[in-house]
């Protein structure tokens, strides 16, 4: 059974996955309206590991004798600007769930939850790669510079790294 302090930071994380979800969903689709192929395709497929990012907490909660609670769609912006202030955005974001993350890490210590604390570490080192993957691009991107961006869209695809895609 889950202490409840530990259930409700849980659900919390579920609906800020499927936040991030939502987010970059947007943001692909901006890409896509802009032209950026490369760009887009990387963010529909981050939107897709976000919600599995989702589904492995609703699965887990719900494992545990929980209940995991389904969130409701908050729309994400529509409009971001270029490339550059996108990527800052998504390293931001990251930020945040990484530190969110860590939150849930506390909870469970104060708790003494031990086997969400283990089983949450999938969630810390999966921040640790993807905030270094966005640095990556980031940097790529301030390298060839806003007129090399044709450069920097046909490339990006080769630059995911191999997160696991399932929530099993
Ligand atoms: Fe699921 Fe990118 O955090």
């Not at 599995?52 to 907490?57: E, P």
Request: include cysteine.
């Amino acid at each position: 059974m889950l202490p409840k302090r530990v259930e409700e930071i849980l659900n919390l994380q579920i609906k800020k996955e499927d936040y991030s979800s939502q987010l970059y969903l947007s943001m692909a689709s901006w890409a896509e309206n802009k032209g950026f192929e490369g760009v887009s395709s990387w963010l529909y497929l981050q939107a897709e590991e976000e919600r599995i990012h989702m589904l492995r907490l609703i699965k887990y909660v719900n494992e545990r004798d929980g209940i995991a609670v389904i969130p409701g769609i908050k729309t994400p912006p529509v409009d971001f600007e270029d490339v550059f202030v996108m990527f800052d955005k998504v390293l931001a974001h990251e930020k945040y769930i990484s530190g969110s993350i860590n939150e849930i890490v506390g909870v469970c210590i104060a708790e003494n939850d031990y086997t969400t604390q283990s089983w949450i570490q999938w969630f810390v080192t999966e921040q640790i790669e993807e905030e270094s993957s966005v640095k990556a691009i980031i940097d790529k991107l301030n390298l060839l510079g806003k007129n090399n961006l044709y450069m920097f869209d046909r490339d990006i695809i080769s630059m995911r790294g191999g997160g696991e895609v399932s929530a099993e």
